[in-house]
């Protein structure tokens, strides 16, 4: 049984250590455009950073998606009395 583990273990570690090509990809758009701007962002839940190449329009719209939710967020807690019924 050990054996096999100790023979398994090498495969394991490869699989581990492979990266996807998705960056390349954005880094090569973002070469072709100077209105792009790339960023390392590292997700919840992993602490491998990732790139995101983003062009002005894709970064305003998703500024204006933050504030939309954000003003949502303040009326619904302007709205809450703590009283029932009301």
């Known amino acids: 049984m050990q054996r096999l583990l100790l023979s398994l273990l090498p495969l394991v570690l490869a699989a581990c250590a492979s990266t996807t090509p998705a960056p390349a990809k954005d880094a090569a758009v973002a070469a072709a455009d100077e209105n792009v701007v790339c960023d390392r962002e590292t997700r919840t839940g ?14 305003e719209a ?25």
């Open 46 to 59: 992993t602490i491998l950073p990732t790139k995101r190449c983003r062009t002005a329009e894709q970064r």
């Open 62 to 86: 998703d500024r204006r998606t933050v504030e939309s939710v954000e003003a949502g967020a303040r009326n619904i807690r302007a709205g809450q009395t703590g009283k029932p019924g009301s």
